[in-house]
């Protein structure tokens, strides 16, 4: 849990310069980025070595 605060620390603190996640998402980084990624937990078979959560990108730009 520890590790997790820490990523969604230095997800608020880097977004606004490297745009990681859409802005409008930041606010709710918790629900929309953390529990997103980890509803698939329990659903492949065990033991699971590494994990990888790959996504499109931070959406559209606001300019």
């Known amino acids: 849990m520890e ?9 608020e ?7 990681l996640v859409a802005k409008s998402t930041i606010r709710n ?8 990624s980890a509803q698939i937990f329990e659903i492949p ?4 070595r ?5 996504g499109s990108g931070a959406g559209s730009r606001e300019w």
């Open 3 to 11: 590790r997790l605060k820490q990523y969604v620390a230095l997800l």
């Open 13 to 19: 603190k880097w977004n606004p310069r490297i745009n």
């Open 29 to 36: 980084a918790w629900a929309r980025h953390i529990l997103d």
């Open 45 to 48: 078979p065990r033991p699971v």
């Open 50 to 54: 590494h994990w990888v959560d790959l």
